[in-house]
């Protein structure tokens, strides 16, 4: 029994010694396993990645390629005016002001200058509505431009209203308001500022040329005007020699100081800013409204012409032909509205 006993424990301890080595011979392969399993993974990650390496050399080179032309047509697009710098401190600062009043094209109007004036370096926009506050609408449509913009308000005296049915022409327009603006420049910049001041109305169309022409005046800027004053384009006529303006070709009122549409001229700051008494006038003839401004503070043959001595056209005088809302009105009458909720 003792015998037995024994051999069986002999036996049990062998059993034991011989688990243990397999365990261990197996911990052994298992390692042996994972590591060659790693080096595997490893092996086919830098496969892998040389596969992608070669992919991506010809398209990285490509890329370097594109950013070459890239940088050469920017390059292009800034000396030709196309790319908008608004930290160019070397430009002078186009302060474009434009008078406005609530009417059913006034937030069109306003969105196709605004797509216009966001190409323009260094730009001001001056909005001044004809209303006893600033309107929702017109705020938030600045907030949103995108523009650097100051926001006005003046209300056109009573008698000065044109009625419904009176011409345009009858009674002199965004008198209140320019004259709002000029004084807000007046107030708010010196002498040493750079600029240009525009004039433009919200019923133009406007092309990038004609602000980066602004940009050339030393005194008074002039250049022509498309489908204004019954004509296809109105315009200063130019010395090609001098480059001096000798004449116009305007035939409505040609015997004005300045027969020139408000769209067809700008002013060097520094000239309002000196002419601190210069401004426009309801106590003048209809349509005297730019000889006005511009006999306080320049001389015909001071005029600097532009737009290739006055021979391009860069803006036109297009006005919005008023909607056609009758069924709106029928609505209205009916205490309803197609635009309730909806800012158009």
């Not at 937030?107 to 216009?116: D, I």
């Not at 209140?176 to 007046?186: G, M, V």
């Not at 602000?211 to 005046?217: C, L, P, S, Y």
Request: one cysteine or more.
């Amino acid at each position: 029994m003792t015998e037995s006993v024994f051999l069986t424990d002999e036996s049990s301890t062998r059993s034991s010694m011989w688990g243990g080595a397999r365990c261990k011979r197996i911990l052994v392969l298992l390692v042996l396993l994972e590591f060659f399993a790693f080096q595997i993974y490893i092996y086919n990650q830098e496969q892998e990645w040389k596969q992608i390496k070669s992919m991506l050399e010809p398209i990285i080179a490509d890329l370097q390629d594109m950013q070459g032309l890239t940088y050469s047509l920017l390059k292009r697009l800034e000396e030709h005016g196309f790319l908008v710098n608004r930290s160019d401190r070397n430009r002078p600062v186009i302060y474009a002001i434009t008078p406005t009043f609530a009417r059913p094209v006034q937030k069109a109007e306003l969105t196709r200058l605004a797509q216009t004036f966001l190409h323009i370096p260094n730009f001001h926009w001056i909005v001044v509505e004809d209303a006893p506050q600033k309107t929702l609408l017109v705020t938030r449509f600045l907030e949103g431009s995108g523009l650097i913009y100051t926001h006005l308000h003046a209300t056109t005296p009573s008698n000065y209203k044109l009625g419904r049915n009176d011409p345009n022409w009858k009674k002199p327009r965004g008198v209140e308001q320019r004259n709002t603006a000029l004084k807000w420049l007046r107030d708010n910049l010196k002498l040493s500022d750079k600029g240009v001041v525009y004039f433009a109305d919200d019923d133009n169309t406007y092309s990038i040329k004609l602000f980066h022409e602004m940009e050339k005046i030393q005194r008074v800027g002039v250049w022509p005007v498309g489908l204004v004053g019954g004509l296809m384009v109105e315009k200063p006529i130019c010395d090609n020699v001098t480059n001096k303006v000798i004449g116009f070709n305007a035939a409505w009122k040609p015997d004005r100081p300045f027969p020139l549409d408000m769209a067809g001229f700008a002013i060097n700051l520094e000239l309002l800013l000196q002419h601190k008494d210069a401004w426009f006038s309801y106590d003048v003839q209809g349509g005297y409204q730019e000889s006005e401004i511009l006999r306080q503070i320049v001389t015909r043959d001071q005029l600097e012409p532009l737009a290739d001595c006055c021979t391009k056209v860069y803006v036109w005088h297009t006005r919005t032909e008023p909607p056609q809302l009758n069924v709106e009105q029928m609505l209205i009458r009916k205490g309803k509205r197609s635009n309730t909720d909806i800012e158009v």
